[in-house]
C-alpha cells in the first residue's frame, strides 16, 4: 500500500470517528436538551440553543462549539430562579462555570447589577470540583474551595461576614468524605477541631479550645456508641472530668484541681437507675459523703436529664451515723429522714409538706416496729442543695455545631 493510499485511509478513520462522536453526542443531548436553532459565525464557530428538559430547572442553554462542531468551548444557562450560569470548557478536561444573581433592576441611585454568586472549575466528570467560590448578594466571599492535589484532598474555607476572615476549613478526601474541620473565632483563635478517621460527619473525634488557646474538653461522638470525653483545667493540662456515655449506660468522674475525686455516676437505662456518689476531704482523705439515687430512663438524647430523685443516703461523721433521706413522689420534697443507730434500731424524722419541718420523730426496732413518737416542736432541716439537685462539679462540653453548612463535598 503506498503513501497517498495510507493518508486517504487515516482521513477516512477520523472522519468516521468524528463522525461517531458527533452523533453519540447529538443522541445524548436529544435526550435530554432539544435543539432550537444552530448559528454558525464567520469563524467557523457554531452557537446551538437548546431548550432543557424541565426537570434541570433550566429555561435556556446556549453552548459555543469549534469549527469541528464537536467540541465545546463555552456556553450560557438561563436557570427559571433568575439565575444566569456562564461556562468555559477547557482542553484540560475542566469546566469553568460562573452563576450570577438575578438582575438587580431597582431604580433611583441604584445601577442595574447581576453580581457573581458562584464560579466553580469541575474536572469533565461533572461532579470531582478543581476550584470554586460562592459570594453573597453583597459581593463578599462566603466561601471558597480548591484541590489539593489531583485526585487528592479537597480544601473548603468558610468566611465571616466580611469576607476576607476564615471562619472554618474543611478537608474532603478524594473519595469526597469529610475528614476533618477546624473551627474560628472572629478574631482568629481556634474553637474547634474535628476529624472523621471512618469519613462519615456523624462519627467524628473533636477538641475544644478556649480563646486563650488552652484545650478545654476533647470527646468522640457515634451514632451507636455513643460519646465519651474530657475536660481539663484553665491551663489545658490536667483531666477534671472524665465521661461516657451511650444508650445502655453512662459513668461519669470528677476530680479537682488536684486530681482528688469529687462525684461519679453511674448510671444503666436497663437497669433505670443512675447512681450519684459525691465525696470529701476528711483528714487528709476523700471520703464518699452522700449517694443520690435516680430513676433513669434515658442517656442520651433529649431526654436524658430528665430523671427523677428518689432517695439520697448520706454519712454523718459529726455523729458517726449512716442516714436516708426519701423523697416525695415528684422527687422535688424531703418526706422524711432515717438515721440508723449503733444498737440497730432508727430514728425517722417525718417532715411536713414543705420539706423541712418535722413533725414527729419515731424511734422505730430493728424489726420495723414503732418504739415511741414524739413531736417536732417546730424544728427545721436542711441539706447542701447539691445533695438534692442533679448537680456536677464541671460541666459537660455538651457542645452543638448550630451554624454548620452541610457536611458535603459542595453545595448551592
Request: glycine fraction near 8%.
Amino acid at each position: 500500500m503506498n503513501k497517498p493510499t495510507h493518508t486517504v485511509l487515516f482521513l477516512a478513520i477520523m472522519f468516521v470517528l468524528n463522525l461517531a462522536m458527533f452523533l453519540i453526542q447529538s443522541h445524548l443531548m436529544a435526550n435530554r436538551d432539544r435543539e432550537i436553532s444552530r448559528v454558525t459565525f464567520g469563524d467557523k464557530t457554531q452557537e446551538v440553543a437548546y431548550i432543557p428538559e424541565p426537570a434541570t430547572q433550566q429555561r435556556l442553554k446556549l453552548i459555543r462549539f469549534a469549527k469541528d462542531g464537536i467540541t465545546q468551548l463555552s456556553g450560557t444557562i438561563y436557570w427559571n430562579s433568575g439565575l444566569i450560569e456562564d461556562l468555559t470548557f477547557t482542553k484540560n478536561i475542566v469546566v469553568s462555570s460562573v452563576e450570577y444573581y438575578p438582575l438587580d433592576d431597582k431604580v433611583g441611585d441604584a445601577h442595574m447589577i447581576r453580581g457573581a454568586k458562584r464560579a466553580v472549575s469541575k474536572f469533565a466528570d461533572g461532579v470531582t470540583y478543581t476550584y470554586h467560590a460562592v459570594y453573597r448578594p453583597d459581593g463578599t466571599l462566603e466561601r471558597v474551595g480548591k484541590l489539593l492535589q489531583a485526585g487528592g484532598s479537597y480544601q473548603s474555607l468558610f468566611y465571616f461576614e466580611d469576607g476576607k476572615t476564615v471562619s472554618r476549613e474543611r478537608i474532603f478526601d478524594g473519595q469526597k468524605h469529610f475528614r476533618q474541620e477546624k473551627i474560628y473565632r472572629p478574631d482568629g483563635s481556634l474553637v474547634a477541631s474535628i476529624y472523621s478517621k471512618a469519613g462519615d460527619f456523624n462519627k467524628t473525634e473533636t477538641a475544644l479550645y478556649r480563646d486563650d488557646g488552652t484545650l478545654y474538653a476533647d470527646f468522640t461522638r457515634d451514632p451507636i456508641d455513643g460519646e465519651k470525653g474530657h475536660v481539663y483545667t484553665a491551663d489545658g493540662k490536667s483531666m477534671i472530668l472524665e465521661y461516657v456515655r451511650d444508650y445502655y449506660s453512662l459513668q461519669e468522674i470528677f476530680l479537682d484541681t488536684q486530681g482528688n475525686l469529687m462525684q461519679n455516676r453511674d448510671g444503666s437505662r436497663m437497669g433505670g437507675l443512675l447512681t450519684v456518689r459525691g465525696y470529701k476531704s476528711v483528714n487528709g482523705k476523700m471520703l464518699m459523703q452522700y449517694r443520690q439515687r435516680w430513676t433513669l430512663s434515658q442517656t442520651i438524647g433529649p431526654e436524658a436529664n430528665k430523671h427523677r430523685l428518689l432517695r439520697v443516703e448520706y454519712f454523718d461523721f459529726a455523729a458517726s451515723q449512716t442516714c436516708e433521706i426519701q423523697m416525695d413522689v415528684a422527687g422535688t420534697t424531703i418526706t422524711s429522714v432515717t438515721c440508723q443507730q449503733k444498737n440497730g434500731s432508727a430514728t425517722v424524722q417525718r417532715l411536713s409538706s414543705d420539706g423541712t419541718t418535722v413533725q414527729t420523730i419515731d424511734r422505730v426496732s430493728k424489726s420495723g416496729k414503732t418504739i415511741s413518737t414524739v413531736h417536732g416542736n417546730g424544728k427545721t432541716i436542711s441539706f447542701p442543695d447539691e445533695w438534692l439537685k442533679d448537680y456536677r462539679p464541671t460541666p459537660l462540653p455538651e457542645w452543638k455545631d448550630t451554624d454548620a453548612p452541610p457536611p458535603v463535598y459542595d453545595f448551592h
